[in-house]
Structure formats: structure tokens, C-alpha cells
């Protein structure tokens, strides 16, 4: 019900909605749920290590913006059908290491990956926020607009079938714990 209210193919802020609940959405809904959380990174390299991380990325990924949109795009596509995606980059860095520059070219690529998306009528929905210090000397962070709470444990990994059939991808295809886990896949190619 949740994911009716939002337009898909859309980079937004988190504002009122909760992790839980777009993690439960995508679920119901049968999608691809991806969450980075990004608390950590203070750097453009800390940021995309952790996204490649968190995506399960192939070991190969370029750990720039160009690969990461390639492997938000093409490299999945090539694996058949997909059901559509919610995407949290929660607690994305403010600091001079990864500027306002920085994080609007972070954004415009999942606003082109929405929209390569939107051209084969799949939906990719994007959810960020913000990490603001609360004081500079005790490096704390916490959400834009929103009361310090404890960070939501980062969603478990589904478990799969056993039979190994994996309905996010067509039956050819080896199974994999995330969209963008493509190393398996591009091995047997």
C-alpha cells in the first residue's frame, strides 16, 4: 500500500517514511529492497565502497560513478526481468570530504537509473537522507529534520528456496542474494 502513495521511478527525500516500513513495502510488493547505510562514510570513496558493499557489487565494480550506474542498470538487466527496486542511501555525508557537489552527482545517478528504469516500465524508487553533525569534536550524526533515534538494524538477508529457484530472475540465471550481486552471473556468461 505504501509504495501506491509514491510515484515510481523517483529520487526522493526519506522525509516521513521509516526504513521498516519501505523494507515490508517492497517485500509485499515483490520487490528488490537495497539499503546503504552510508553513517560512516565521510568521503566519494567511502560512499561508493559502501553502496558496492551493501549492493553485494561485483569484486570487478570501479568504485566510480560510472560503474555504479552500469551496475545499477545494464549489468541487471542483462539478467531478465525484474520486479522493480526501493533503494535507501540512509545518512548521506555533509562534510567538505563529500560536499553538496558531490552528493547532487551521487543523486543524478540514481535519477538516471530511475529513469532507465522508467523506459522499460520498472520501478525504482530511491529514498535518502541526510547526516548533519551534532557537534563537531564528537563526530556524531544524525538525521535531517528528523529526532536522533538508534540507526535500524540493517535488513536481513532473504533466504532462498531450496530448490534454487530465484523469483526475482529468470530460470537460466545463477541464483544471487541481490540484484546487483552479478559476479555469479557474469562469470557463467
Given at each position: 500500500?505504501?509504495?501506491?502513495t509514491v510515484r515510481p521511478?523517483?529520487?526522493?527525500?526519506i522525509r516521513?517514511?521509516?526504513?521498516d516500513?519501505?523494507m515490508?513495502a517492497?517485500?509485499?510488493?515483490?520487490?528488490?529492497?537495497?539499503?546503504?547505510?552510508?553513517?560512516?562514510?565521510?568521503s566519494k570513496?567511502?560512499?561508493l565502497?559502501?553502496?558496492a558493499?551493501?549492493f553485494?557489487f561485483p569484486?570487478?565494480?570501479?568504485?566510480n560513478?560510472?560503474?555504479l550506474?552500469?551496475?545499477?542498470?545494464d549489468?541487471?538487466h542483462k539478467?531478465?526481468?525484474?520486479?522493480?527496486?526501493v533503494?535507501?542511501?540512509?545518512?548521506?555525508?555533509?562534510?567538505?570530504?563529500f560536499?553538496?557537489e558531490?552528493r547532487?552527482?551521487?543523486?543524478?545517478v540514481?535519477?538516471?537509473a530511475a529513469?532507465?528504469?522508467?523506459?522499460?516500465?520498472i520501478?525504482?524508487?530511491?529514498?535518502y537522507?541526510f547526516?548533519?553533525?551534532?557537534s563537531?569534536?564528537a563526530g556524531?550524526?544524525?538525521r535531517?529534520g528528523e529526532p536522533?533515534v538508534?540507526a535500524p538494524?540493517?535488513p536481513a538477508a532473504k533466504?532462498?528456496p531450496?530448490?534454487?529457484?530465484?523469483?526475482?530472475?529468470g530460470?537460466n540465471m545463477?541464483l544471487?542474494?541481490s540484484?546487483?550481486?552479478t559476479?555469479?552471473?557474469?562469470?557463467?556468461?
Open positions: 500500500m505504501l509504495l501506491q521511478n523517483i529520487v526522493q527525500s516521513a517514511y521509516r526504513v516500513e519501505l515490508q517492497a517485500e509485499n510488493a515483490g520487490q528488490h529492497f537495497l539499503y546503504a547505510d552510508l553513517s560512516t562514510a565521510q570513496q567511502e560512499v565502497d559502501k553502496i558493499e551493501s553485494l569484486m570487478h565494480f570501479g568504485k560513478l560510472d560503474a550506474f552500469d551496475c545499477m542498470t549489468l541487471v539478467a531478465g526481468a525484474q520486479p522493480g527496486f533503494v535507501v542511501l540512509e545518512q548521506l555525508p555533509d562534510n567538505p570530504r560536499d553538496r558531490a547532487e552527482q551521487l543523486l543524478d540514481f535519477r538516471d529513469d532507465f528504469w522508467a523506459e522499460r516500465k520501478a525504482f524508487r530511491c529514498f537522507s547526516a548533519v553533525a551534532r563537531a569534536e556524531n550524526w544524525e535531517t536522533a538508534s538494524e540493517k533466504t532462498v531450496k530448490n534454487g529457484a530465484n523469483p526475482n530472475f530460470m545463477p544471487m542474494s540484484a546487483f550481486d559476479a555469479m552471473w557474469l562469470n557463467a556468461a
